[in-house]
């Protein structure tokens, strides 16, 4: 019977004629390629053609590079393509970015910090992209990929090397890149989500510069290159989340691997292109990333292409955790030093977690303490490192990338405290004039509308790194500095009525930087923070009634400038320890007592951060 496909079959005729059936491109996981240099024409190019991974053949014409160029960098997300840097004729600082979607001309997207070629190496997950190290730098950048804009400076390299490794390869966490000219047979990591230096990974099989990377979500893989100046087939690979060195995978078809470019899906690896001896290649060749074995051919490029780069919206590194956007959310916002990263927390289920975004300026001493409703959190002040800020940022907790400017507190502020209901959200002293001394200066804003916020009242004393929390009417502020020093006063403010603070009672201690809170609806918990040496003690209060608090139990970590978060029945602590170092996460039930347990760990260390969550004791 032939196949007819507007007909209804059976279970067992489709099954006998499946490889009949049309293949919808659109559904396929999709590589993007700029050619770089185009050996066929001796030009350099601005053409970009896309392949299917599921569907072996030719690639097709996507559209054209805002500046024809080699030698430059791919990267994206599973929406969108970025090609960076590049040389022609002279170094480009050009950023652009094609949307996978839809074929078409780059859009610009920002600028280098400076112009940069010779292959820097790219990796990214679903909200952040970072790549560098060309130019024989040790400098590496990153972008917010949702968001246009201009690099922000991430960290250095181990070595300055260009010819780093071309294609994505690492997990949503973590981004890894290899060899490079002079020669190198090092292996770099970096976390994403955590601006720094590279650290040592481990050594390719041989010193090697001009290979293509690719990887799965536990595997990378990198392939060809040269080696003292002559071609090499060489396939090898690494498992991602264990340092090492690299192992022999197999063999490429011939030595065509001098300046390809790498690609992905989440099981598939692609070697586009390359040089062969003194020219350029147009053969796709593909592997099965978690088998071993030499590489086959997959179909071509319209041209001979080298020195180009690639990205795949299907690479497993830029995937959307399972778990996103979970219903109790949590989000732990900059902190030292100066850090944009946003990650976010599945609040009710232990160790689930990713990069949600970046804050629109990279800050510590942040106001502490959850200013959110259920679809939108806000951030402010905090330090950058060179002055006080009065910035407020907010974002929605339905969709991950930058935040966006909100408006002004009416002074600059560092390490004030904050708290909401779902519709009002108060920020309360802090360092106000950025000399030392405390404020009892009470800010407001209403969390739906971005504007600038609002004098409210005055605390009881002026008071800096404190902690806070809320339930749906009252707003409680617990310890911090005085102009008397330490101070263990628990005070408190009706949220919808704007107005000065009333005595709550004491904490079991006095402390500062900072007794942070989570609260239910009935009940506030303040740990940690520093007496007269750092402490792990937690106390609690009943939030309608007046009151001086009573133990609830330790922390795992004795330490102080902790940020808090909850969802009114699991409170949750980074557990920064006394150096301002420490990755872990502490949990506790709100309703009951006793010392906290393991959450899990963070992507990196929130120390003197901000925290906002969708279902805190203050909302309903």
Known sequence: MAPSYSGVWNISTQYQYRTGWPFDANLGSKALTAIGYDDTNSAYSNVVERFIFESAGNSTDFGDLSVARSELAGFGNDTRALFASGYTGSNSDVIDFMVYASAGNATDFGDLASAQRRNPFGAANNVRGVFGAGNSSGSIYYVTIASAGNTTDFGSSTEQKSHRSQGMVGSTTRGIYAGGSALTDVIDYFTIASAGNSIDFGNLTATKYEISGMSSSTRGVFAGGRIDGEDTNVIEYITIASAGNASDFGDLLSSTGRGAS???????????????????????????????????????????????????????????????????????????????????????????????????????????????????????????????????????????GKATDFGNLTTT???????SSSTRGVVAGGDRVGDGSSSDIVDYVTIASAGNATDFGDMTTATQQHGSTSNTTRGLVAGGTTAGGLTNTIEYFTIASTGDATDFGDLTEARRVTPAGVSSST??????????????????????????????????????YHAALSDKTTGLYTAIGTGGTGIAIDKITIASTGNATDWGDNLHSHYAAASASNSHGGIA
């Open 262 to 400: 790498g690609a992905s899906s989440s099981t598939k690896g692609a070697i586009i292109g390359g040089g062969t001896g003194g020219g350029g290649s147009n053969v796709i060749q593909t592997i099965t990333i978690a088998s071993t074995g030499n590489a086959s051919d997959f179909g071509d490029l319209s041209l001979e292409a080298v020195y180009g780069a690639s990205a795949s919206d299907a690479q497993a590194g830029v995937q959307n955790e399972s778990y996103f956007a979970p219903a109790a959310i949590g989000l732990y916002a900059g902190g030292h030093p100066y850090q944009t990263a946003i990650v976010y927390l599945n609040i009710a289920t232990d160790g689930e977690l990713g990069l949600f975004g970046d804050l629109t300026v990279g800050r510590s001493s942040n106001v502490n303490g959850t200013m959110s409703s259920t679809t939108r959190g806000l951030f402010a002040g905090g330090n950058d490192g060179s002055s006080h800020l009065n910035v407020i940022d907010f974002v929605s907790f339905s969709t991950k």
């Open 413 to 419: 502020n560092i390490d004030g405290a904050c708290f």
């Open 523 to 560: 009940r506030a918990v303040f740990a940690a923070g520093l007496a007269s040496s750092a402490s792990n003690v937690m106390d609690y209060v009943t939030i309608g009634s007046t009151g001086n608090a009573t133990d609830f139990g330790d922390l795992t970590v004795v330490g102080y």
